[in-house]
Protein backbone atom coordinates (compact mmCIF):
# COMPACT_ATOMS: atom_id res chain seq x y z
CA UNK A 1 0.00 0.00 0.00
CA UNK A 2 1.20 3.45 -0.99
CA UNK A 3 0.20 6.90 -0.04
CA UNK A 4 0.59 9.88 -1.72
CA UNK A 5 2.25 13.26 -0.64
CA UNK A 6 1.37 16.79 -2.38
CA UNK A 7 2.91 20.49 -1.20
CA UNK A 8 -0.22 22.58 -2.02
CA UNK A 9 0.23 26.14 -3.47
CA UNK A 10 1.37 25.38 -6.71
CA UNK A 11 -0.23 26.75 -9.42
CA UNK A 12 -0.54 23.98 -12.41
CA UNK A 13 0.45 25.38 -15.55
CA UNK A 14 1.34 23.71 -18.85
CA UNK A 15 0.12 21.07 -21.38
CA UNK A 16 -0.87 17.70 -20.49
CA UNK A 17 -1.92 14.75 -22.95
CA UNK A 18 -5.66 13.27 -22.09
CA UNK A 19 -5.14 9.59 -22.07
CA UNK A 20 -7.83 7.05 -23.68
CA UNK A 21 -11.29 6.65 -21.61
CA UNK A 22 -11.19 4.14 -18.94
CA UNK A 23 -14.91 4.04 -19.23
CA UNK A 24 -14.69 3.03 -22.69
CA UNK A 25 -11.35 1.11 -23.16
CA UNK A 26 -12.75 -1.73 -20.44
CA UNK A 27 -15.93 -2.08 -22.73
CA UNK A 28 -13.79 -2.10 -25.90
CA UNK A 29 -11.50 -4.79 -24.35
CA UNK A 30 -15.13 -6.98 -23.57
CA UNK A 31 -16.41 -6.43 -27.38
CA UNK A 32 -13.19 -7.99 -28.94
CA UNK A 33 -14.42 -11.29 -27.50
CA UNK A 34 -17.46 -11.27 -30.13
CA UNK A 35 -14.88 -11.76 -33.09
CA UNK A 36 -12.50 -15.11 -33.25
CA UNK A 37 -9.05 -12.99 -34.13
CA UNK A 38 -6.85 -10.31 -32.91
CA UNK A 39 -8.60 -7.00 -32.58
CA UNK A 40 -5.93 -3.97 -31.59
CA UNK A 41 -7.00 -1.28 -29.01
CA UNK A 42 -5.24 2.23 -29.71
CA UNK A 43 -4.73 4.94 -26.72
CA UNK A 44 -6.01 2.58 -23.70
CA UNK A 45 -4.84 4.05 -20.82
CA UNK A 46 -2.44 1.71 -18.72
CA UNK A 47 -4.57 1.86 -15.71
CA UNK A 48 -5.77 -1.01 -12.99
CA UNK A 49 -8.86 -1.64 -13.79
CA UNK A 50 -7.67 -2.39 -17.48
CA UNK A 51 -5.15 -4.51 -16.52
CA UNK A 52 -7.84 -6.50 -14.45
CA UNK A 53 -10.14 -6.49 -17.42
CA UNK A 54 -6.53 -8.18 -19.28
CA UNK A 55 -6.66 -10.64 -16.32
CA UNK A 56 -10.39 -11.22 -16.95
CA UNK A 57 -9.79 -11.89 -21.03
CA UNK A 58 -6.88 -14.05 -19.85
CA UNK A 59 -8.42 -15.97 -17.73
CA UNK A 60 -11.64 -16.88 -20.49
CA UNK A 61 -8.30 -18.23 -22.69
CA UNK A 62 -7.52 -14.78 -24.30
CA UNK A 63 -3.76 -13.91 -25.54
CA UNK A 64 -3.42 -10.13 -24.41
CA UNK A 65 -0.67 -7.99 -24.84
CA UNK A 66 0.44 -4.59 -24.51
CA UNK A 67 2.84 -2.19 -26.41
CA UNK A 68 2.47 1.52 -24.37
CA UNK A 69 -1.18 2.63 -24.90
CA UNK A 70 -1.70 -0.26 -27.55
CA UNK A 71 -3.46 -3.27 -26.39
CA UNK A 72 -3.73 -6.11 -28.32
CA UNK A 73 -6.68 -9.10 -27.88
CA UNK A 74 -6.50 -12.45 -29.80
CA UNK A 75 -9.47 -14.19 -28.63
CA UNK A 76 -7.97 -17.33 -30.78
CA UNK A 77 -7.77 -19.48 -27.64
CA UNK A 78 -10.63 -18.67 -25.67
CA UNK A 79 -12.70 -21.30 -24.19
CA UNK A 80 -13.76 -20.58 -20.97
CA UNK A 81 -16.68 -18.83 -20.26
CA UNK A 82 -16.29 -18.53 -16.20
CA UNK A 83 -15.16 -15.17 -14.63
CA UNK A 84 -14.00 -15.98 -11.25
CA UNK A 85 -15.11 -13.86 -8.03
CA UNK A 86 -11.38 -12.57 -7.09
CA UNK A 87 -10.99 -10.64 -10.21
CA UNK A 88 -14.56 -9.41 -10.66
CA UNK A 89 -14.54 -8.40 -7.35
CA UNK A 90 -11.74 -5.69 -8.17
CA UNK A 91 -13.83 -4.33 -10.62
CA UNK A 92 -17.70 -4.42 -11.16
CA UNK A 93 -16.56 -3.27 -15.25
CA UNK A 94 -15.75 -7.24 -15.49
CA UNK A 95 -19.85 -7.89 -16.01
CA UNK A 96 -19.33 -6.42 -19.10
CA UNK A 97 -17.94 -9.83 -20.65
CA UNK A 98 -21.73 -11.33 -19.31
CA UNK A 99 -22.98 -9.77 -23.15
CA UNK A 100 -20.45 -10.67 -25.23
CA UNK A 101 -19.93 -14.55 -23.90
CA UNK A 102 -24.00 -15.17 -24.17
CA UNK A 103 -23.57 -13.59 -28.22
CA UNK A 104 -20.72 -15.91 -28.94
CA UNK A 105 -21.26 -18.68 -26.85
CA UNK A 106 -24.75 -18.99 -25.40
CA UNK A 107 -23.67 -18.94 -22.19
CA UNK A 108 -21.92 -17.34 -18.93
CA UNK A 109 -21.11 -17.96 -15.60
CA UNK A 110 -20.12 -14.89 -14.02
CA UNK A 111 -18.98 -13.85 -9.85
CA UNK A 112 -21.71 -11.31 -9.13
CA UNK A 113 -19.10 -7.59 -9.19
CA UNK A 114 -17.62 -5.80 -6.92
CA UNK A 115 -15.80 -2.66 -7.95
CA UNK A 116 -15.89 1.04 -5.59
CA UNK A 117 -18.49 1.19 -2.88
CA UNK A 118 -20.27 4.52 -4.54
CA UNK A 119 -23.99 2.95 -3.63
CA UNK A 120 -26.27 0.63 -5.00
CA UNK A 121 -25.57 -0.25 -8.79
CA UNK A 122 -27.39 -3.78 -9.36
CA UNK A 123 -27.59 -5.16 -12.31
CA UNK A 124 -31.10 -5.85 -12.72
CA UNK A 125 -31.39 -4.09 -15.84
CA UNK A 126 -29.14 -5.70 -17.64
CA UNK A 127 -30.63 -8.93 -16.40
CA UNK A 128 -34.09 -7.96 -17.74
CA UNK A 129 -32.50 -6.82 -21.30
CA UNK A 130 -30.96 -10.57 -21.83
CA UNK A 131 -34.29 -12.10 -20.49
CA UNK A 132 -36.13 -9.83 -22.98
CA UNK A 133 -33.87 -11.53 -25.65
CA UNK A 134 -34.15 -14.95 -24.41
CA UNK A 135 -31.71 -15.62 -21.83
CA UNK A 136 -32.06 -17.68 -18.39
CA UNK A 137 -30.21 -17.07 -15.29
CA UNK A 138 -29.66 -18.77 -12.56
CA UNK A 139 -27.84 -17.44 -8.89
CA UNK A 140 -26.22 -19.66 -6.45
CA UNK A 141 -23.15 -19.77 -4.34
CA UNK A 142 -22.43 -16.24 -5.26
CA UNK A 143 -22.15 -16.92 -9.14
CA UNK A 144 -24.46 -15.62 -11.87
CA UNK A 145 -25.13 -18.08 -14.85
CA UNK A 146 -26.77 -17.03 -17.90
CA UNK A 147 -27.88 -20.03 -20.82
CA UNK A 148 -28.85 -18.82 -24.12
CA UNK A 149 -28.75 -21.24 -26.87
CA UNK A 150 -30.21 -18.50 -29.35
CA UNK A 151 -30.85 -14.86 -28.64
CA UNK A 152 -33.94 -12.94 -30.45
CA UNK A 153 -34.34 -9.41 -31.13
CA UNK A 154 -37.18 -7.78 -28.73
CA UNK A 155 -37.97 -4.19 -27.58
CA UNK A 156 -36.39 -3.29 -24.27
CA UNK A 157 -36.97 -0.04 -22.65
CA UNK A 158 -34.58 0.62 -20.00
CA UNK A 159 -36.05 2.04 -16.29
CA UNK A 160 -33.12 4.05 -16.04
CA UNK A 161 -30.47 5.12 -18.56
CA UNK A 162 -27.94 2.99 -17.41
CA UNK A 163 -24.14 3.00 -19.21
CA UNK A 164 -23.57 -0.58 -18.36
CA UNK A 165 -27.19 -1.85 -18.62
CA UNK A 166 -26.86 -0.12 -22.47
CA UNK A 167 -23.36 -1.17 -23.41
CA UNK A 168 -23.98 -5.01 -22.15
CA UNK A 169 -27.41 -5.21 -24.00
CA UNK A 170 -25.67 -3.72 -26.80
CA UNK A 171 -23.16 -6.15 -27.25
CA UNK A 172 -25.32 -9.08 -26.94
CA UNK A 173 -28.17 -7.86 -29.01
CA UNK A 174 -25.58 -7.38 -31.99
CA UNK A 175 -25.72 -11.21 -32.31
CA UNK A 176 -29.34 -11.89 -32.05
CA UNK A 177 -32.05 -12.56 -34.76
CA UNK A 178 -33.60 -9.85 -36.15
CA UNK A 179 -33.90 -6.24 -34.30
CA UNK A 180 -33.08 -5.13 -31.18
CA UNK A 181 -34.71 -1.76 -29.97
CA UNK A 182 -33.09 -0.18 -26.26
CA UNK A 183 -35.01 2.75 -25.67
CA UNK A 184 -33.99 4.81 -22.59
CA UNK A 185 -30.81 4.34 -23.73
CA UNK A 186 -27.94 5.96 -22.11
CA UNK A 187 -26.18 8.68 -24.68
CA UNK A 188 -22.62 8.76 -23.27
CA UNK A 189 -19.75 9.05 -25.46
CA UNK A 190 -18.13 5.93 -24.60
CA UNK A 191 -21.20 4.04 -25.66
CA UNK A 192 -20.96 6.29 -29.14
CA UNK A 193 -17.71 4.96 -28.95
CA UNK A 194 -18.46 0.91 -28.32
CA UNK A 195 -21.24 1.39 -30.89
CA UNK A 196 -18.49 2.71 -33.64
CA UNK A 197 -16.27 -0.27 -33.30
CA UNK A 198 -19.10 -3.00 -32.72
CA UNK A 199 -19.95 -1.55 -36.63
CA UNK A 200 -16.34 -1.77 -37.83
CA UNK A 201 -16.76 -5.69 -36.65
CA UNK A 202 -19.60 -6.10 -38.50
CA UNK A 203 -22.33 -5.28 -36.37
CA UNK A 204 -25.92 -2.72 -37.80
CA UNK A 205 -26.43 -0.69 -35.24
CA UNK A 206 -28.13 3.25 -35.55
CA UNK A 207 -28.91 5.66 -33.04
CA UNK A 208 -25.93 5.25 -30.50
CA UNK A 209 -25.77 8.66 -28.71
CA UNK A 210 -29.45 8.80 -28.88
CA UNK A 211 -32.39 7.69 -26.28
CA UNK A 212 -33.53 4.93 -28.59
CA UNK A 213 -30.79 2.72 -30.24
CA UNK A 214 -31.61 0.30 -32.86
CA UNK A 215 -29.90 -3.10 -33.32
CA UNK A 216 -30.24 -5.78 -35.86
CA UNK A 217 -28.66 -8.83 -35.42
CA UNK A 218 -25.61 -10.23 -37.62
CA UNK A 219 -23.95 -13.30 -36.84
CA UNK A 220 -20.64 -12.86 -37.94
CA UNK A 221 -17.89 -10.07 -36.67
CA UNK A 222 -14.17 -9.48 -37.89
CA UNK A 223 -11.47 -8.42 -35.50
CA UNK A 224 -10.45 -4.58 -36.20
CA UNK A 225 -8.41 -1.93 -35.21
CA UNK A 226 -9.59 0.91 -32.91
CA UNK A 227 -8.74 3.90 -31.14
CA UNK A 228 -9.92 4.98 -27.65
CA UNK A 229 -12.06 8.00 -27.47
CA UNK A 230 -10.44 10.30 -24.80
CA UNK A 231 -10.96 10.54 -21.67
CA UNK A 232 -14.00 12.89 -20.71
CA UNK A 233 -13.26 12.34 -16.72
CA UNK A 234 -9.82 12.65 -16.58
CA UNK A 235 -10.19 15.70 -19.25
CA UNK A 236 -12.68 17.22 -16.58
CA UNK A 237 -10.01 16.04 -13.24
CA UNK A 238 -7.07 18.41 -14.97
CA UNK A 239 -9.40 21.57 -16.23
CA UNK A 240 -11.36 21.41 -12.04
CA UNK A 241 -7.51 21.46 -11.03
CA UNK A 242 -6.26 23.76 -12.75
CA UNK A 243 -9.13 26.13 -11.57
CA UNK A 244 -8.35 25.13 -8.37
CA UNK A 245 -5.11 25.83 -7.99
CA UNK A 246 -5.01 29.23 -9.62
CA UNK A 247 -3.21 27.89 -12.97
CA UNK A 248 -3.84 26.89 -16.67
CA UNK A 249 -4.02 24.26 -18.67
CA UNK A 250 -3.96 22.95 -22.03
CA UNK A 251 -5.83 19.50 -22.01
CA UNK A 252 -4.42 18.05 -25.63
CA UNK A 253 -7.15 15.97 -27.09
CA UNK A 254 -9.11 16.67 -24.85
CA UNK A 255 -13.02 16.94 -26.58
CA UNK A 256 -15.31 20.45 -25.34
CA UNK A 257 -18.14 18.85 -26.96
CA UNK A 258 -18.22 15.95 -24.67
CA UNK A 259 -17.73 18.53 -21.48
CA UNK A 260 -20.07 21.31 -22.34
CA UNK A 261 -21.70 21.27 -18.63
CA UNK A 262 -18.67 20.90 -16.82
CA UNK A 263 -17.09 23.90 -18.94
CA UNK A 264 -19.63 25.83 -18.68
CA UNK A 265 -20.24 25.39 -14.69
CA UNK A 266 -16.21 26.00 -14.72
CA UNK A 267 -16.76 29.19 -16.47
CA UNK A 268 -19.86 30.53 -13.94
CA UNK A 269 -17.12 29.65 -11.23
CA UNK A 270 -14.97 32.44 -12.64
CA UNK A 271 -12.74 29.93 -15.31
CA UNK A 272 -11.95 31.46 -18.72
CA UNK A 273 -12.61 28.60 -20.87
CA UNK A 274 -11.14 28.16 -24.84
CA UNK A 275 -11.88 24.69 -27.06
CA UNK A 276 -9.58 24.14 -30.08
CA UNK A 277 -9.88 21.45 -32.47
CA UNK A 278 -6.89 19.47 -30.58
CA UNK A 279 -7.84 20.21 -27.00
CA UNK A 280 -9.15 22.60 -24.62
CA UNK A 281 -7.94 25.42 -22.45
CA UNK A 282 -8.88 26.30 -18.93
CA UNK A 283 -7.57 28.48 -16.54
CA UNK A 284 -8.56 30.62 -13.61
CA UNK A 285 -6.75 33.70 -11.92
CA UNK A 286 -9.23 34.68 -8.65
CA UNK A 287 -10.80 32.66 -6.30
CA UNK A 288 -13.46 30.53 -7.96
CA UNK A 289 -17.27 32.08 -7.39
CA UNK A 290 -19.94 29.65 -5.75
CA UNK A 291 -22.23 28.02 -8.39
CA UNK A 292 -25.05 25.29 -7.89
CA UNK A 293 -24.63 22.44 -10.03
CA UNK A 294 -26.78 18.45 -10.34
CA UNK A 295 -25.74 15.18 -11.81
CA UNK A 296 -27.58 13.74 -14.27
CA UNK A 297 -26.88 11.14 -16.92
CA UNK A 298 -25.17 12.53 -20.36
CA UNK A 299 -25.24 15.35 -21.24
CA UNK A 300 -25.67 16.33 -17.57
CA UNK A 301 -23.23 17.04 -14.84
CA UNK A 302 -21.42 14.08 -14.84
CA UNK A 303 -21.48 11.91 -11.14
CA UNK A 304 -17.67 10.83 -11.92
CA UNK A 305 -16.97 14.72 -12.15
CA UNK A 306 -19.14 15.39 -8.68
CA UNK A 307 -16.25 15.06 -5.95
CA UNK A 308 -13.73 16.98 -8.20
CA UNK A 309 -16.41 20.23 -8.32
CA UNK A 310 -17.58 20.21 -4.80
CA UNK A 311 -13.73 20.36 -3.97
CA UNK A 312 -13.10 23.31 -5.88
CA UNK A 313 -16.16 24.79 -4.72
CA UNK A 314 -14.65 24.13 -1.26
CA UNK A 315 -12.92 26.77 -1.55
CA UNK A 316 -15.49 29.29 -3.99
CA UNK A 317 -16.39 32.96 -2.64
CA UNK A 318 -19.91 32.05 -1.16
CA UNK A 319 -22.31 28.97 -1.01
CA UNK A 320 -22.82 26.14 -3.26
CA UNK A 321 -25.42 23.22 -3.63
CA UNK A 322 -24.40 19.63 -5.00
CA UNK A 323 -27.24 17.38 -6.07
CA UNK A 324 -26.58 14.06 -6.16
CA UNK A 325 -28.92 12.02 -8.56
CA UNK A 326 -27.15 8.88 -9.70
CA UNK A 327 -24.83 6.96 -6.76
CA UNK A 328 -26.37 7.77 -2.88
CA UNK A 329 -23.69 6.57 -1.36
CA UNK A 330 -21.26 9.38 -3.21
CA UNK A 331 -20.68 12.11 -0.89
CA UNK A 332 -18.95 9.50 1.30
CA UNK A 333 -15.85 11.36 0.91
CA UNK A 334 -17.03 14.58 2.24
CA UNK A 335 -15.47 13.88 6.25
CA UNK A 336 -12.39 13.40 4.41
CA UNK A 337 -12.44 16.91 2.65
CA UNK A 338 -13.70 18.64 6.03
CA UNK A 339 -11.00 17.44 7.53
CA UNK A 340 -9.02 19.43 5.38
CA UNK A 341 -10.65 22.94 6.54
CA UNK A 342 -13.99 22.37 4.05
CA UNK A 343 -17.24 23.15 5.19
CA UNK A 344 -19.52 21.28 3.53
CA UNK A 345 -23.34 19.66 4.79
CA UNK A 346 -25.20 16.71 3.20
CA UNK A 347 -28.34 15.94 3.38
CA UNK A 348 -29.71 13.04 2.00
CA UNK A 349 -28.71 13.34 -1.89
CA UNK A 350 -27.94 17.42 -1.49
CA UNK A 351 -24.53 18.90 -0.12
CA UNK A 352 -24.32 22.65 0.82
CA UNK A 353 -20.77 23.70 0.57
CA UNK A 354 -19.81 27.36 2.00
CA UNK A 355 -16.74 27.98 0.73
CA UNK A 356 -13.80 28.80 2.69
CA UNK A 357 -11.07 30.76 1.77
CA UNK A 358 -8.21 28.11 2.03
CA UNK A 359 -7.56 24.24 3.02
CA UNK A 360 -5.30 23.29 5.53
CA UNK A 361 -3.32 20.14 4.89
CA UNK A 362 -4.21 16.94 6.58
CA UNK A 363 -3.83 13.04 6.58
CA UNK A 364 -6.78 12.50 4.22
CA UNK A 365 -7.70 8.82 2.50
CA UNK A 366 -9.28 8.10 -1.06
CA UNK A 367 -12.32 6.25 -0.62
CA UNK A 368 -12.73 5.66 -4.33
CA UNK A 369 -11.35 6.56 -8.18
CA UNK A 370 -13.14 9.72 -8.02
CA UNK A 371 -13.08 10.79 -4.69
CA UNK A 372 -9.38 9.96 -4.71
CA UNK A 373 -9.12 12.71 -7.37
CA UNK A 374 -11.16 15.26 -5.38
CA UNK A 375 -8.50 14.37 -2.52
CA UNK A 376 -5.72 15.34 -5.07
CA UNK A 377 -7.44 18.77 -5.95
CA UNK A 378 -7.81 19.42 -2.51
CA UNK A 379 -4.13 19.18 -1.44
CA UNK A 380 -2.68 20.92 -4.18
CA UNK A 381 -4.95 23.82 -3.66
CA UNK A 382 -4.40 23.61 0.42
CA UNK A 383 -1.89 24.76 2.29
CA UNK A 384 1.05 22.61 3.45
CA UNK A 385 2.05 18.64 3.02
CA UNK A 386 -0.76 16.62 2.72
CA UNK A 387 -1.36 12.90 2.38
CA UNK A 388 -3.60 10.77 0.68
CA UNK A 389 -3.70 7.24 1.65
CA UNK A 390 -5.27 4.48 -0.32
CA UNK A 391 -3.86 5.60 -3.30
CA UNK A 392 -4.78 2.67 -4.88
CA UNK A 393 -7.50 3.61 -6.08
CA UNK A 394 -6.79 6.13 -8.02
CA UNK A 395 -4.15 4.27 -9.49
CA UNK A 396 -7.47 2.32 -11.04
CA UNK A 397 -8.88 5.52 -13.07
CA UNK A 398 -5.72 7.49 -13.74
CA UNK A 399 -2.55 6.60 -15.36
CA UNK A 400 0.42 8.00 -13.82
CA UNK A 401 -1.30 10.82 -12.77
CA UNK A 402 1.40 11.96 -10.31
CA UNK A 403 4.32 12.31 -13.00
CA UNK A 404 1.73 14.04 -15.10
CA UNK A 405 1.04 16.53 -12.21
CA UNK A 406 4.60 16.73 -11.46
CA UNK A 407 4.71 18.02 -14.98
CA UNK A 408 2.36 21.16 -14.73
CA UNK A 409 4.53 22.34 -12.02
CA UNK A 410 2.67 20.11 -8.74
CA UNK A 411 5.22 19.15 -5.86
CA UNK A 412 3.77 15.52 -5.47
CA UNK A 413 5.57 12.14 -4.83
CA UNK A 414 4.16 8.30 -3.42
CA UNK A 415 6.12 6.80 0.07
CA UNK A 416 5.01 3.23 1.62
CA UNK A 417 2.46 3.42 3.54
CA UNK A 418 3.62 3.91 7.27
CA UNK A 419 1.28 1.46 8.69
CA UNK A 420 -0.19 -2.35 7.49
CA UNK A 421 -3.03 -2.05 5.58
CA UNK A 422 -6.04 -3.13 8.12
CA UNK A 423 -8.29 -6.31 6.52
Known sequence: MERLVVEGGRPLRGSVRVNGAKNSALKLMA????????SVLENTPRILDCLTMTEVLQH????????????????RGVTATETPYELVRKMRASIVVLGPLIARFGRARVAMPGGCNIGSRQIDLHLKGFERMGAEFTYEHGYLEAKAPSLTGA???????????????????????G?????????????????????????????????????QGTDSFRPVRHRVVSDRVEAGTF??????????????GASASHLDLVLAKLSDAGGEVAAYDDGVRVGMEERPRAVDFVTLPYPGFPTDLQPQMMALL?????????????????????????????????EGHHAVIRGVERLSAAP?????????????????????????ADVHFVDRGYEDLEARLTGLGAEVHREPARWPALA
Open 364 to 388: VRALDIRAGAAMIIAALAADGRTEI
Open 60 to 75: LGADVSWDGSTVSVDT
Open 239 to 252: AIAACATGGEVFLE
Open 179 to 215: TTVIDNAAREPEIQDLAEMLVEMGAHIEGAGTTAIEI
Open 155 to 177: SITLDFPSVGATENILMAAVAAT
Open 31 to 38: AALLADGE
Open 314 to 346: SIASGTSIATENVFESRFMFVDELNRMGADIRT
